[in-house]
């Protein structure tokens, strides 16, 4: 199975920030150990066009030249430097080298990405640049040379905050399905609609997630037939995480996780997964949460290495 990460382009935070960044490196170091079997890659650098699929020209050079504003880099939450723009850029390369890869093998990976709170114009929350949304519009360009049917995305967004940014930009239009089931007081504290958002209260815990989940998959295959399913899968809902207020054990996680690869499975979409959020006090924990998020992906693309062509 094949993996693509952006962590050897680390941001230079100041000391005590509050985003892990060191969890690449482990999530890196737990694969090596625990699972050798998933192939890992530099990710590529998504340009100018590819980010314009998603993004307008005056973001993407406000960003690249360091001439965005003060004001939008503190509601991104990063200081603005060369390594934080190469690392962005690589993160949405990440999810487009995992989309292109699950339609030969069916499940692909980004080590990083999930940068869901990014808009067309603007970031937010850790986010510059929407790397789903990005790779969802070149899947569909790419996909259109040899069809004249449009490519249908689902995004499927389990990080325990909604997916703003991704729901703003596919507002009205219906070849992808944005789907966000998030704590319903957690931030973003102005939310945007999705094609179905699933509110959960805080403290929700394993039964009542999981009810959730079911209902919204077979809400979405009512509503929608994807060919193609990028994966949110947040570490975040874990019940020790600091900013996600949700109470899910790690068991609830990995049924979680295998949930989602299941109805991918069944329907033979291909499937590419993002990292997304995780905020545990002891990052480890995060990294055992992913590695758990893995080591499920590698079940299923196992499975499709067998299954008869």
Not at 3 to 26: E, T
Not at 91 to 109: D, K
Not at 142 to 148: D, F, I, K, L, M
Not at 201 to 214: N, P, Q
Request: a negative charge.
């Amino acid at each position: 199975m094949r993996a693509f990460y952006s962590g050897q382009f680390v941001l230079p935070l100041p000391p005590g920030h509050r985003f892990p960044m060191s969890r690449y490196a482990m999530l890196r170091e737990g694969l090596e150990g625990q699972l050798p079997q998933v192939s890992m890659f530099e990710a590529p650098r998504a340009t100018d066009g590819e980010l314009a699929l998603a993004h307008s020209p005056q973001w993407i050079a406000a960003i690249s030249d360091g001439s965005v504003s003060a004001a939008a880099m503190r509601e991104i939450g990063f200081p603005w430097s060369p390594a934080m723009v190469e690392r962005s850029r690589r993160s949405t390369g990440a999810t487009i080298a995992a989309c292109r890869a699950a339609f030969a093998e069916g499940v692909s990976a980004n080590m990083a990405g999930g940068t869901h709170h990014a808009s067309a114009d603007k970031g937010g929350g850790f986010c510059v640049f929407n790397d789903a949304a990005v790779a969802a519009r070149l899947m569909q360009a790419e996909h259109g040379r040899s069809t004249r049917a449009p490519l249908q995305v689902a995004i499927v967004d389990l990080d325990v905050h909604q997916g703003n940014g991704t729901a703003s930009i596919f507002q009205g239009d219906p070849s992808v399905f944005t789907l966000s089931i998030h704590g319903q007081k957690n931030f973003p504290f102005r939310k945007e609609a999705s094609d179905l958002d699933v509110e959960l209260s805080d403290g929700c815990g394993d039964a009542e997630y999981l009810t959730a989940l079911e209902h919204a998959l077979d809400e979405m295959e009512r509503r929608f037939t994807p060919g193609l399913l990028i994966y949110l899968a947040g570490a975040d809902p874990f019940e020790r995480d600091r900013l996600g207020r949700l109470k899910l054990s790690f068991d609830g996680l990995e049924a979680r996780d295998r949930r989602v690869f299941d109805f991918a499975w069944h329907r033979r979409i291909p499937l590419a997964f993002a990292m997304a959020g995780g905020y545990a006090a002891d990052i480890a924990e995060t990294v055992q949460v992913q590695l758990g998020t893995f080591r499920v992906a590698f079940e299923y693309w196992r499975r499709w290495q067998n299954a008869p062509p």
